[in-house]
């Protein structure tokens, strides 16, 4: 039995850790090179209202049906076993074993790349296999390969009671705090007007192609939002749920935004937006510029633990994706067990790691992008039309919390996500796109061996994918 033993403190510190992780530190130069300028900061503000917005749509899902897993629980809570309740629920999952790992991947392999400022050897190539991994040449570098082994022990620091992990997330999140807070220091008591709103001539040419480039760092922005509801994910284990899960969403991404907004505006007010596009370690580069590099090196170490703190909250966090799952039987019923002393879902947790640890060996930057277009149409899109559905349909559905203005924060996070999607390349839209025809055509073929199954008497030689009763 799952214990309800976080508080608001863990809460805050789970989803904040998971939101800074290694994102901003390493997409800074992808941003800037979105709109070539540091106009493209317009992308972190419209990053902050958005992930705002759409944070109330996961407060008002997640204090009215707190459970484990997160998007998956709240669609079996509002359309349990009917067709489009078994589609949602499939897909959701679906579509998680593809982003999920892929995400908790980024944070091991951005962990690598700073660990390159003390490591060289990290940067350099450790094998070519071709085209199967889309970096130049068909390289895997070592740092790549050194991910794998990151994830491995980030993995078994998740593997005990919640309570412990509770209170090593709070220490992990000390340590990211106090990194963000010397880099926010470091920009603005050297922050140089001139330099950081050094626009390109053609900064403000409002056009199409302006607009495409805005979503496109819309949509760097709101990766490194992700993770302001990562606390959603352990709702069975969250004291006080009603209460605690609303406050921590909103509190932590309200204190983000203004992290974000401050460090990066303090970030090119520093290193010139022509260098910063350039540069691997651009956090290193700045403190370096303004304290030395022996303060590099130490800042650069207090990035590596924000890293794993990031990377320590996906794994907890997604761990209970693929448990929940198992436990109503849509999943395999091996992962629906818990440890036999620790009360977690020690098989879910690895099944996780695994599949993260095979992800580490793609390209980052493919990675972030790919992710967030699998996850939009049936985790972001999907709970702003179960909401909506909610308030319509379901008047027997109490709300201990109710988004402000309804439902205006609900349309600003569809026109976001929209908008990021639009604005994906033709490439990474069809991956999206694709994940989501194959999910549905793996539902149909599975319901319908589930009905022949059930009409001839069969067993479910998989480990149960159709009875809702979990066990080993």
């Not at 001139?194 to 199409?208: H, T």
């Not at 022996?294 to 693929?322: D, E, K, M, N, Q």
Request: overall charge positive.
């Amino acid at each position: 039995m799952l214990q309800r033993r976080l508080g608001l403190l863990q809460a805050v510190s789970l989803n904040m850790s998971m939101m800074v992780g290694i994102g901003p530190f390493i997409t800074i130069p992808a941003l800037l090179d979105t709109m070539l300028g540091p106009q493209a900061m317009l992308g972190w503000i419209l990053g902050g209202l958005v992930a705002v917005c759409d944070g109330m749509v996961w407060s008002e899902l997640a204090a009215a049906f707190p459970g484990s897993g997160g998007t998956y629980h709240f669609y079996h809570a509002v359309f349990g076993e009917n067709r489009a309740g078994r589609l949602l629920k499939f897909l959701f999952v679906w579509q998680f074993l593809f982003s999920g790992p892929l995400e908790v991947a980024t944070g091991a392999i951005g962990v690598a790349q700073y660990l390159g400022h003390f490591f060289p050897v990290l940067d350099r190539p450790a094998w070519s296999w071709g085209a199967l991994v889309h970096r130049e040449g068909g390289q895997v570098i070592w740092g790549q390969v050194a991910a794998i082994g990151i994830l491995g022990a980030i993995a078994a620091l998740a593997h005990r009671r919640i309570a412990a992990a509770g209170r090593l997330m709070v220490v992990l999140w000390a340590g990211m705090l106090l990194s963000v807070v010397w880099v926010m220091f470091a920009g603005l008591s050297h922050f140089d007007a001139a330099r950081a709103f050094d626009f390109p001539e053609w900064a403000w040419r409002v056009d199409g192609r302006w607009g495409i480039q805005l979503g496109a760092a819309l949509g760097i922005a709101m990766y490194d939002f992700l993770g302001y509801y990562q606390v959603c994910y352990l709702g069975d284990e969250v004291s006080d749920p009603a209460r605690t899960l609303p406050r921590s969403i909103l509190i932590s991404t309200l204190a983000i935004s203004v992290i974000y907004l401050v460090m990066n505006i303090g970030i090119v007010g520093v290193v010139p937006w022509r260098e910063a596009v350039e540069s691997r370690r651009v956090v290193s580069d700045l403190i370096e510029r303004t304290q030395g590099s022996h303060a590099a090196s130490v800042v650069t170490g207090l990035i590596v633990w924000t890293a794993v703190a990031s990377t320590f909250a996906a794994v907890l966090g997604y761990s209970r994706i693929p448990y929940a799952s198992a436990r109503a039987g849509h999943f395999f019923r091996y992962f629906a067990a818990t440890h036999p002393v620790g009360d977690f879902p020690h098989r879910s947790l690895w099944l996780v790691a695994g599949l993260a640890m095979l992800a580490c060996l793609a390209d980052l930057q493919t990675v972030i992008l790919a992710l967030l277009t699998a996850r939009i149409p049936i985790q972001f899109l999907g709970q702003i039309a179960t909401v909506a559905y909610c308030r319509w349909r379901r008047p027997d559905v109490k709300l201990p919390f109710r988004m402000w203005l309804y439902p205006l924060p609900a349309v600003v996070a569809l026109a976001g996500w929209l908008y990021v999607f639009a604005a994906s390349t033709p490439r990474v839209a069809l991956y999206g796109l694709g994940s989501v025809v194959l999910g549905v055509a793996a539902f149909l073929v599975r319901d319908a061996w589930i009905a022949r199954a059930g009409s001839t008497g069969a067993t479910d030689p998989g480990g149960s994918l159709a009875s809702g009763t979990p066990g080993e």
